[in-house]
């Protein structure tokens, strides 16, 4: 997934905080249990870690966050 798609998935816009990405990530991983809804729950998680590990990778290079 590339991360314009996850900020649409997460409902965020580019360049919000890791600290929005992750509070994005509990409430709709609240909303769409993974028992319930795990497609979309498997989305919500993927726009996650792509977000995350891309905020990771831009840290590590001393670049300013995603």
Known sequence: MDKLSAYKVLQLLPGSS???I???YAV???Q???EEYPEEFQE????YTTLVA???EARERGAVST
């Open 28 to 30: 709709l991983s609240r």
């Open 54 to 56: 891309a905020a990771e």
């Open 22 to 24: 992750k509070e994005a």
């Open 44 to 47: 919500i998680h993927e726009a």
């Open 18 to 20: 890791v600290e929005e």
């Open 32 to 34: 769409f249990h993974p």
